[in-house]
């Protein structure tokens, strides 16, 4: 479910379960950072991420472990280790990025976005809450103003939008994507490490005060994250009351 090919110092890592929107399930996790390490162990100077088909990755899979709290700790520490490898990782992204989608490129150093691809987090549609570290880099990468529209409005983020705020590096496909690796796979590696650690020095990784962590995990434990996946089962909107 992910391929990886490499052409000289660039390794492409694509996500490949386009039957299911390129979701992400445990294995897929699982093998996403075995792929990122084994690019890095060979060699690469540059990593490109991409989704199989139109979709850049759905999120985490609703049919399964979206609502799993166990999952939510394996994807924050996948992150963890993709944020902490010593290359450049661009987001490849060739449609939308939903949910854990977004936070896949929110980890990367740089976003290539196709013309027509839409980022978004609608976790308060389905009853789950998201981690401390995707609020605030996601506030860091576009803005507060935005960032709220994002998570309390569940506003989708469009290519042109996120271009205009900083989140896109650039508007693209996947080739140009791996045509920018190409030369930044060029640069000084040790000036490109230190770079990625100030930029990774955001304040999104700091200690979580804990009545904000508490907060969270009143949602995932909540009667409202039930009824929200008892709604998507039984293809219905969701009547959530706070409990």
């Known amino acids: 479910?992910?391929?990886?090919?490499?052409?000289?110092?660039?390794?492409?890592?694509?996500?490949?379960?386009?039957?299911?929107?390129?979701?992400?399930?445990?294995?897929?996790?699982?093998?996403?950072?075995?792929?990122?390490?084994?690019?890095?162990?060979?060699?690469?100077?540059?990593?490109v991420l991409t989704g199989e088909g139109r979709v850049f990755c759905a999120g985490a899979d609703l049919s399964g472990p979206v609502y799993d709290p166990e999952f939510l700790t394996k994807l924050v520490s996948?992150?963890?280790?993709?944020?902490?490898?010593?290359?450049p990782v661009i987001a490849a992204l060739n449609g939308s990025a939903l949910g854990a989608g977004l936070q896949l490129a929110m980890v990367a150093d740089l976003r290539v976005m196709?013309?027509?691809?839409?980022?978004?987090?609608?976790?308060?549609?389905?009853?789950?809450?998201v981690d401390e570290w995707t609020i605030?880099?996601?506030?860091?990468?576009?803005?507060?103003?935005?960032?709220?529209?994002?998570?309390?409005?569940?506003?989708?983020?469009?290519?042109?939008?996120a271009l205009s705020v900083g989140f896109a590096n650039r508007i693209g496909d996947l080739a140009m994507a791996q045509e920018w690796a190409a030369s930044i796979a060029e640069l000084a590696p040790l000036t490109l490490a230190h770079y990625k650690l100030v930029f990774a020095g955001d304040g999104a990784r700091d200690e979580v005060p804990t009545?904000?962590?508490?907060?969270?995990?009143?949602?995932?434990?909540?009667?409202?994250?039930?009824?929200?996946?008892?709604?998507?089962?039984?293809?219905?909107?969701?009547r959530f009351t706070g409990r």
């Open 114 to 129: 196709a013309p027509d691809a839409l980022c978004g987090i609608p976790a308060a549609k389905i009853g789950v809450a």
């Open 136 to 161: 605030r880099r996601l506030i860091s990468l576009v803005g507060s103003g935005t960032a709220r529209g994002m998570l309390i409005g569940c506003d989708p983020l469009t290519a042109e939008h």
């Open 1 to 47: 479910m992910i391929g990886s090919t490499s052409n000289g110092s660039v390794t492409t890592i694509e996500l490949q379960r386009s039957d299911k929107r390129n979701a992400l399930d445990h294995a897929m996790v699982d093998d996403l950072v075995a792929a990122v390490d084994s690019a890095v162990e060979a060699g690469a100077r540059a990593i």
């Open 78 to 87: 996948a992150l963890q280790r993709i944020e902490a490898v010593p290359v």
């Open 211 to 238: 009545d904000r962590a508490a907060a969270m995990m009143r949602a995932w434990e909540s009667e409202d994250l039930a009824e929200g996946r008892a709604a998507r089962t039984e293809n219905r909107s969701p």
